[in-house]
């Protein structure tokens, strides 16, 4: 069994900062790919930003020059800085990796969300 558990959402006002977190425990044979995404209401899930094992990133356009991801091999984790938020960024954000399980199976796993407000 495999989870996901992020963390660092909450309400922040339009310019500011905020960090997600997401950790990846249980049983895998390697990590792939990491990343966020999120959900706005009404709209359909997106790609906000992904980091493959060797560092390459990958940023949808709109985040560019504000958010950087990161992430720890040694301990599973990923990280979102995200800074000089708009009130376009409020979503739920969800953390995603692509592994490969103990039995050579490529998996994909959702954390459960953590929700940004933007708003003054």
């Known amino acids: 069994q495999v989870q996901l558990v992020e963390s660092g959402g909450g309400l922040v006002q339009p310019g500011g900062s905020l960090r997600l977190s997401c950790a990846a425990s249980?049983?895998?044979?390697?990590?792939?790919?990491m990343g966020w995404y999120r959900q706005a209401p009404g709209k359909e899930r997106e790609l906000v930003a992904n980091?493959?094992?060797?560092?390459?990133?990958n940023y949808t356009d709109s985040v560019k020059g504000r958010f950087t991801i990161s992430r720890d091999n040694a301990k599973n984790t990923v990280d979102l800085q995200m800074n000089s938020l708009k009130p376009e960024d409020t979503a739920v954000y969800y953390c995603n990796a692509e592994l490969m399980s103990t039995t050579y199976y490529a998996m994909n796993y959702w954390g459960k969300g953590t929700l940004v407000t933007v708003s003054s």
């Open positions: 249980g049983s895998f044979f390697r990590i792939n790919a």
């Open positions: 980091i493959a094992s060797g560092g390459r990133r």
